[in-house]
């Protein structure tokens, strides 16, 4: 009796009043039941309705499920590949279309790239942070897109008085910062795998580049922790490794094993320019301003670009710890060259302001 009750309700609840038989045994009370406690039919229970033409049943159904992936939605679930399908073939893309620009807008908010307008989800950045997120490779447009693309971000301000400002904003590139990172994450592994499957070593020289890319110098020192130098006849190859692996170095401040590596893989290619680079920023982390100008005029010889160059420096200037130690090489730059360095006097600022 208390089923023929339930029974009974749910007729009423998902109006199929018309339906002559009340036993629970039929399976139109399996089926409203199990249509009250969840959101979805399955195959067999909508093949039963269509065949007894119970359709609004089936509407009524459709319906709350796709108020339910409503909601998910907005509580910030992602849809996944059954439920996208069910959306297509139920006529409600416009679900699909909102599910994906919540997820877009999500997407940039991990990457830190809420400064780009666009919010459609056919948007390019949206495909390319999709392939991020599932440590997908970029293809070079992908990457050169990236480059080319610029946002607007805050421009920090360092006056005690910056409420009473308007709030400044300079550009930047798309290809810097959390995609910077995940870009060159995704490929110092992928690099690390090919090494793997071919036993390539100048696979380990490009992972050991990305890793650094990457801010991980310690995973580029332990690549080539065990290597084998007089093994490896390839002097191009060799002088690669070498190179990266002070730059490593480098990276977290053992200056003294930079340099060996730099020395080394000289004498092992002296016609490329990479090491001379190392040795020319390994000389200014060590306030040694004419060797280091020695040493990246050398670089230029060989082909290095004086750009690059400049960048040395800057990231010299930008991680430098001791306030005192920044201002000495920001003041030797701008008596130097006072034009190409304008771009020092912004950190003599930052280091002004932070004293006070």
């Known amino acids: 009796?208390?089923?023929?009750?339930?029974?009974?309700?749910?007729?009423?609840?998902?109006?199929?009043?018309?339906?002559e038989d009340l036993s629970p045994k039929n399976h139109l009370y399996q089926v409203l039941k199990r249509l009250d406690l969840s959101n979805q039919l399955g195959e067999q229970d909508i093949n039963f309705l269509k065949k007894r033409k119970l359709t609004k049943i089936i509407e009524i159904a459709n319906?709350?499920?796709?108020?339910?992936?409503?909601?998910?939605?907005?509580?910030?679930?992602?849809?996944?590949?059954?439920?996208?399908?069910?959306?297509?073939?139920n006529g409600r893309e416009n679900i699909i279309i909102i599910a994906q620009q919540k997820h877009f807008a999500a997407l940039k908010s991990k990457y830190d790239v809420l400064g780009y307008q666009d919010k459609s989800q056919t948007s390019f950045l949206y495909t390319i942070l999709q392939k991020l997120e599932l440590k997908e490779r970029l293809e070079p447009t992908d990457f050169a897109w990236l480059q080319e693309t610029k946002i607007k971000v805050p421009q920090p301000t360092y006056s005690?008085?910056?409420?009473?400002k308007e709030p400044k904003y300079q550009e930047k590139n798309l290809v810097s910062g959390k995609i910077w990172i995940a870009y060159h994450t995704i490929e110092a592994n992928f690099y690390e795998q090919e090494f793997q499957r071919t036993d390539n070593k100048w696979n380990l020289a490009n992972a050991s580049s990305h890793w650094r890319k990457a801010d991980k110098p310690e995973q580029a020192l332990q690549l080539t922790n065990n290597l084998e130098f007089d093994k490896i006849k390839e002097n191009k190859l060799k002088s690669a490794l070498l190179t990266s692996r002070g730059g490593a170095f480098r990276d977290i401040g053992k200056l003294d094993e930079a340099e060996n590596c730099a020395r080394k893989a000289i004498?092992?290619?002296?016609?490329?320019?990479h090491p001379y680079t190392l040795m020319g920023a390994i000389c200014f982390e060590r306030h040694q301003y004419s060797d280091g100008e020695y040493w990246f005029q050398e670089a230029i010889k060989r082909g290095a670009n004086p750009r690059d160059m400049d960048s040395e420096i800057k990231r010299v200037v930008k991680n430098a710890k001791d306030e005192n130690k920044r201002r000495e090489v920001i003041e030797y730059l701008l008596k130097k060259d006072s034009q190409r360095?304008?771009?020092?006097?912004?950190?003599?600022?930052?280091?002004?302001?932070?004293?006070?």
């Open 160 to 164: 005690y008085y910056t409420w009473q």
């Open 341 to 356: 360095y304008a771009w020092a006097k912004s950190y003599l600022k930052k280091s002004s302001d932070n004293g006070k």
């Open 267 to 273: 004498e092992y290619q002296p016609k490329s320019h």
């Open 63 to 89: 319906e709350k499920y796709a108020n339910t992936l409503k909601l998910n939605i907005e509580s910030g679930e992602t849809l996944n590949e059954s439920e996208i399908d069910w959306l297509k073939n």
């Open 1 to 19: 009796m208390e089923q023929t009750r339930e029974f009974s309700a749910l007729r009423v609840k998902y109006k199929v009043t018309h339906y």
